[in-house]
């Protein structure tokens, strides 16, 4: 099943790119960022073919998965800006992300602080390798 899921995003984004070129790049990249799960893992390795065959040059590559990123990560911000936590707890399960989750890194005297300065990161290899939420294979 998940070969199936694979082989139709990598077709999706190749078309797309072979199309679109740097701009296909930058869309593809920037759907990524607004954590929409399109994996950059294959986004970025086709351009980089492209560009050992000639098709594309490195700096643009580059220069589009950047700009690709940073403007796709604009909604992702702005929800958690406007929506907050009630944002989070509506939608985080999208994203495996539970209400314990999010209780453990605002709350509790650890936690942040309203106001603070402080970032959180989640990523995806810490998401997909908690106990009891890993991805399910069929």
Known sequence: MSEKIIAA??????AVISAGGYAGIA???GIESACIPLPSEI????AGYLVHTGQ?????????????????????Y??????GRPAVERFG???????????????GEH?????????VVVDEQHLN???????SES
Do not use: E, Y
């Open 93 to 107: 399960r999208f994203v495996m992300l539970s209400r314990h989750d999010l209780d453990r890194v605002v709350g």
């Open 9 to 14: 995003l990598a077709s999706f984004i190749i």
């Open 129 to 135: 390798s908690r106990p009891g939420h890993a991805p």
């Open 43 to 46: 986004i970025m390795p086709f």
């Open 111 to 119: 936690g942040l602080q309203a106001g603070s300065h402080q970032v």
């Open 56 to 76: 594309l040059k490195l700096f643009w590559v580059a220069t589009a998965g950047a700009i690709g990123c940073n403007l796709g990560s604009i909604p992702a």
């Open 27 to 29: 869309l593809l990249m």
């Open 78 to 83: 702005w929800l958690g800006a406007w929506g």
